[in-house]
């Protein structure tokens, strides 16, 4: 009956959510990868909401990443947990956003959370991001070296998925990533440490106030420092500077 109840669930917040994004047709930011997706979502909320405004851009709230997150976070709904109750009024207030709602973001940064195989194709039914940024593709404890192949084929998905007209942001510092180039019809982007990186942080270094380095990017240099440590943070930035730059 829970299983029931959730594919209700589930089939209802897609139709909406596919509702109420053909009625605002706001412009898709997707970010997935193994890891540092937040992280790259917030950088890119920041700089997108320095350049747009506050209320034109909108990211996944909490970790609102899958197959129900990512209708909750579109929806700009809170979950119902474990409750019936709660889930009907969540579905009640879909259904009126969707159909009525007037005041929606121009702009949305999406978190696709991806484990295994098939959960990046629920998502795509769902979205059509017009950029896409791919982070990483790595392995952990509890994933095999066929899961990476797996999540290598999720990937591949949203890279054939961005249109001609789209832009798909690959890290060049991880080879599966990199190597998703050829599957994609939009304009690819690299962006890494490696000289081959069309967006490439050069002359890195911490201290004690966090990290400095410079961008180099379109035949621009521009010297950065953010007051956080890791090279990954460095990776987000770069991410988003480079979507900024281009939308």
Known sequence: MKNLFKKIIQ????????????????????????????????YILKFLREKYGEKEVRGNPKSYNTEIGLPLAILYLDSGESSAVKWLKVLLQAKMRALFGRKFPKKLVLELGVEERGDMKPLLEMVRPNVAIITNIEGSYTYSNSSLEQIFGEMKLLTESVPEDGYILLSSDDERVKSLAKFAKAKVITYGFGEEADARAEDFRADAHGQTFNFVFQDKKEAVRIKKYGRHFILAWMAAKVTKSII
């Not at 209802?12 to 193994?34: C, D, E, M, N, Q």
């Open 11 to 42: 089939y209802y917040l897609k139709l909406l959510t596919r509702l109420i994004l053909w009625r605002h047709k706001p412009y898709i930011i997707a970010v997935s990868g193994s890891t540092n997706k937040t992280t790259v979502k917030d």
